[in-house]
């Protein structure tokens, strides 16, 4: 049997059951965490999860680093997520550019996962 749009309205209708499908299974319900700008938030609007790649003993050894800031941004939001944070706070990004010949392209992105009160 095939469907056809009747001046739209099925396609609105399938819409809305996708959206309320979406909702049912807690996909439109969860948020992903985002990154809150300097002086967005009081701080005693959130508490610190924890300071994202610079709290393990490991960053001492070795840190994440990304080709591109944008990719590095992602992989910090992604790990905020993980531990159940709301959000970043503090994010700073350094560029490790052009500092000699044969290095590569270099960003290196951390911040404080928090969770909002």
Known sequence: MKLRPVNGLFTIALCALSISAACAQGGAASTQPRIFLPGELTLGRY???????????????????????????????????????????NLICLDDRGTSPSSKNSFFCYGNAVKLK
């Open 47 to 89: 508490t610190v999860v924890q300071r994202l790649w610079v709290e393990p003993w490991r960053s001492a050894v070795s840190i994440p680093t990304h080709e591109d800031r944008g990719a590095a941004i992602t992989e910090l939001l992604a790990e905020a997520g993980n531990l159940g944070a709301d959000g970043i706070v």
